[in-house]
């Protein structure tokens, strides 16, 4: 073979062999942007996973912030003082509260309470001076309740108590401690303005009895008759409110009625009725607003106004019918408040 034919075999060998590791480069370097790719993806994917495992995270992070705390206390204090010129009245209750939240939604209450009523300007038939004071206290109360949510924001609360109470009136040496059993029924419907409007309705009826030692209570030292404990009692209480973020404006009605003993030894005086079922009516309006300490509980603020009284101040003898805003029975109250739930 001449050397042309030699130098075209080499030229065509090398060539062949040029195009056959270009082919195998370019093949790698698919093989590489699969693989790349298919890394790219495969990373995307495991972000996207991590995102929803973030992301379910987060949800369930403010499910457990949304969902109501199963323990909360709290505290209060209430100031009042009636509008009389004379009669003055002056009073100041402490109360404190813990709840539950047991399963089935059962809600479970302790209170105790203690209020101390102050009565100044006040003369007796011989012109000296009746001023007196009076302790009331539950020093221990348990309820408990469950609310059923119904369509179209409408809820049903059925709740019973048992309370413990004791009286006591150091201007007239009595001493009363009395067992209460109550049972209510509460229906409201909440109306939802807007984000930041709402409104809602309550009617809650009632009935209580009283279970005693005594029916009568009497001065240790004169052995007067001072004050006599109720058998039942029966109440129907409506109330509406308007609130706008957290400041709240409310409206309430109550009237109530209780079987009271008859003692014909004392028929026709003022504390001994001859009225054997009373009428109580109460009318009141509020101002309040809740302040939120995020994690280290809320305060709770209000300013009320409230007249009360009975359709017959003396039993019903002679002219005594009460008209609404009766200054003695007209009190205007302050309320401060701190829960902590957790």
């Known amino acids: 073979m001449n050397s042309g034919k030699k130098f075209f075999i080499f030229m065509l060998l090398l060539t062949f062999s040029f195009f056959s590791y270009a082919q195998t480069a370019d093949n790698e370097k698919k093989d590489e942007s699969v693989e790349q790719k298919s890394e790219t993806e495969s990373a995307k994917a495991e972000n996207t996973d991590a995102e929803v495992v973030i992301s379910d995270e987060i949800s369930e992070e403010k499910k457990e912030d949304e969902k109501p705390k199963p323990f909360s206390v709290g505290i209060s204090n209430t100031m009042s003082h009636n509008l009389a010129k004379e009669r003055k009245r002056f009073s100041d209750g402490v109360g404190i509260s813990f709840s539950a939240m047991l399963p089935y939604e059962i809600n479970v209450g302790i209170n105790a309470g203690f209020s101390y009523v102050f009565r100044y300007d006040r003369t007796d038939l011989y012109g000296d001076s009746a001023n007196s004071s009076q302790f009331d206290g539950s020093p221990i109360a348990v309820s408990s309740s469950r609310t059923f949510l119904l369509p179209m924001d409408f809820s049903v609360t059925p ?137 280290l509980g809320g305060l709770n603020f209000g300013l009320n106004f409230a007249t009360s009284g009975r359709d017959r101040a003396y039993g019903g003898y002679g002219d005594d019918y009460l008209v609404p805003f009766d200054p003695y029975y007209s009190k205007i109250s302050l309320n401060i408040g701190y829960n902590y739930s957790f």
């Not at 019973?160 to 201007?171: A, D, H, M, P, V």
């Not at 409201?188 to 209570?217: C, M, Q, R, V």
């Not at 009497?218 to 109720?230: C, E, G, K, L, V």
């Not at 009141?284 to 809740?290: D, F, H, N, P, V």
Request: charge should be negative; aromatic fraction near 16%; proline fraction near 2%.
């Open 159 to 295: 709740s019973i108590e048992l309370s413990s109470s004791i009286t006591s009136k150091y201007g007239h040496n009595a001493v009363g401690n009395n067992l209460n059993v109550s049972l209510s029924v509460s229906a409201s419907k909440s109306f939802k303005i807007n984000k930041d409007w709402k409104a809602s309705l309550s009617l809650t009826p009632g009935y209580a009895a009283d279970i005693h030692e005594k029916d009568f209570y009497y001065d240790s030292i004169t052995n007067d008759a001072q004050f006599y404990n109720p058998v039942h009692q029966l109440f129907v209480s409506a109330g509406g409110s308007l609130s706008w973020k957290t400041l709240s404006l409310k409206l309430g009605y109550t009237f109530s009625t209780s079987e009271t003993y008859y003692d014909e030894d004392y028929e026709g005086m003022g504390f001994i009725d001859n009225d054997r079922w009373p009428f109580y009516h109460t009318y009141s309006i509020g101002l309040g607003y809740a302040l939120s300490l995020d994690e």
